[in-house]
């Protein structure tokens, strides 16, 4: 049994184009599809979270609420009758971790003091010899920083508090799903940041944060997000590649144990171990998120 509640479900409705005879009937298709605990059946289609709207020749849109124009498009060809439900929850779920991931904010604002976070842009990366240079960024009127394609980030991170502590950092590009690491470079590597100490993410001479544009548009929004633990994690459990590549959640509901390692796969899973979590109060994590603009 599980010992903390699940978050909500993406609610999701399955609609039929004109003229179009699916390969699977609507209702055999969204019960197969939506077995997940990340996934529920919409009360209606004005309020599902996601609508999947099956069209001619085996396309499959997926509305995001209100909105007319389809955020992702796929051909899933009918071959065996259990493969298009599959590859359509897969699909699915992907969007359903990824907004969880996005809201996921702790219970507390236990350690919400702790870090000084500065988005800055590198002006010049390091070498073995010399330090970064690094300058204030300009914001877009939305309020989101703002860089230049082809330029480039950087983030200072400071522990406030006398014990050492573990930041990560991720990116979100909502435009595609994806969600890449940031920091740290590898998900082997420590992120232990000590007393006092500062790290400039990106900063070289090895590792850079280049901005780019997806190919075509000339503005895009990507949402970096910071987080901090007394505990460490396994921050690969949050890569995810673009909408419609093969993701392998992960299976194991653990990870190194820490409470936000299990929130985090709480999240992305839909569900958690059979054993408690460490409480909040002895275990807290916080986490911060900054929207950069990227222009062309």
Request: charged share 20%.
């Amino acid at each position: 049994m599980s010992r903390e509640p699940t978050l909500p479900g993406l609610q999701v409705a399955f609609t039929l184009a004109a003229d179009v005879t699916p390969d699977i009937p609507l209702p055999e298709l969204a019960a197969a599809s939506l077995d997940s605990p990340l996934l529920t059946l919409a009360p209606s289609e004005t309020s599902a979270d996601m609508r999947v709207e099956v069209q001619a020749n085996s396309v499959y849109r997926f509305y995001p609420q209100g909105q007319a124009v389809a955020m992702a498009a796929f051909r899933i060809p009918f071959k065996r009758s259990q493969a298009v439900p599959r590859k359509v929850q897969r699909i699915l779920e992907q969007i359903a971790a990824y907004r969880n991931l996005g809201q996921l904010t702790p219970p507390t604002d236990a350690l919400s003091n702790a870090l000084k976070v500065e988005f800055l842009q590198l002006v010049s990366p390091a070498t073995r010899q010399t330090a970064p240079e690094v300058a204030p960024l300009a914001s877009h009127h939305s309020g989101e920083k703002l860089l230049r394609a082809g330029e480039y980030l950087a983030i200072a991170v400071t522990n406030l508090t006398p014990t050492p502590l573990y930041v990560y950092t991720i990116v979100m590009e909502g435009r595609e799903q994806k969600v890449s690491l940031v920091y740290p470079y590898q998900p082997d590597q420590p992120a232990r940041l000590r007393p006092d100490e500062t790290l400039l993410m990106g900063a070289g001479p090895k590792y850079l944060i280049q901005m780019a544009l997806p190919e075509g548009e000339t503005s895009s929004s990507d949402l970096f997000k910071l987080w901090v633990s007394g505990s460490s994690i396994q921050p690969g459990v949050m890569i995810m590649p673009p909408l419609g590549q093969r993701l392998d959640p992960p299976s194991d509901p653990y990870g190194t144990g820490s409470r936000l390692d299990r929130d985090l796969r709480r999240a992305l899973l839909g569900k958690v171990g059979s054993t408690a979590f460490p409480p909040f109060v002895s275990d807290p994590w916080w986490t911060e998120q900054q929207q950069v603009r990227v222009q062309a």
